[in-house]
């Protein structure tokens, strides 16, 4: 039971490079969603999705790009990479059954930018 | 817009001790709470949640946690906290309506701190 999968765990990149952060869950959750981890601002939501085809911005999208091909893929595209967006990635995802409530979180991916 | 405060930033206390963290959400309709656990270097992890019913809820590890809709809070218990409970603490509201899981806010944390 792999549950979510984030690669790479570590990345360092120069500003104005281009990257994907890969998601992938195996339990056939329809909701998935991107959040930055950054200190003392708990996790802010980048971009969600609620099934595949479907995308949807969050509260910081600005710079990142989604799509959602497939139920379990959800890659994130940082087009050209800014210092400020050195932080600490987490992709989560969860059916939408209300009952089964709350996220299974990947163990993230930890961006450099410089 | 919806919002979770965390009052306390960092707590430490004794191993055996009870622990009580604090969370304050802010939201027009029927809430779905969440407190999730974050151990170093790792993911969240979810400890218990709660969108209805009675206002007392178990969770994993031995927490539970208590709504209390006159106060808009759902604090965080423990009676006798472990050494390996040390940790970073979340708690989330999402919105009920909306089946729970969209565009949950996270508050800014709670770390834990575990003394011998």
């Known amino acids: 039971n792999a549950g979510v999968t984030q690669t790479p765990k570590f990345q360092v990149l120069k500003t104005g490079q281009s990257m994907t952060l890969q998601c992938a869950q195996d339990?056939?959750?329809?909701?998935m969603s991107w959040y930055r981890q950054d200190p003392g601002m708990g996790l802010r939501l980048i971009h969600y999705?609620?099934?595949?085809?479907?995308?949807d911005q969050g509260e910081v999208p600005n710079g990142y790009n989604v799509s959602r091909s497939t139920t379990e893929d959800f890659p994130l595209r940082l087009l050209s990479a800014a210092p400020s967006q050195t932080s600490v990635y987490f992709c989560?995802?969860?059916?939408?059954?209300?009952?089964?409530?709350?996220?299974?979180f990947g163990s993230g991916t930890r961006l450099t930018v410089v | 817009a919806q919002s979770v405060t965390q009052p306390d930033i960092h707590i430490t206390v004794s191993e055996g001790a009870s622990l009580e963290l604090r969370c304050n959400y802010s939201?027009?309709?029927?809430?779905?709470l969440f407190w999730y656990v974050q151990s170093p270097g790792q993911g969240l992890q979810l400890l218990l949640k709660?969108?209805?019913?009675?206002?007392l809820v178990q969770g994993i590890k031995g927490f539970e946690a208590e709504f209390k809709r006159s106060q808009s809070s759902f604090n965080l218990r423990k009676p006798s906290v472990h050494w390996s409970d040390a940790a970073e603490y979340f708690c989330?509201?999402?919105?009920?309506?909306?089946?729970?899981?969209?565009?949950?806010?996270f508050g800014t944390g709670t770390k834990l701190q575990v003394i011998p």
């Open positions: 989560a995802s969860s059916p939408v059954d209300r009952a089964s409530g709350g996220y299974t």
């Open positions: 339990m056939n959750h329809e909701y």
């Open positions: 999705s609620v099934g595949a085809g479907i995308t």
């Open positions: 939201y027009g309709a029927t809430p779905y």
């Open positions: 709660y969108f209805s019913g009675d206002t």
């Open positions: 989330a509201v999402g919105d009920l309506n909306s089946g729970g899981y969209q565009k949950v806010t």
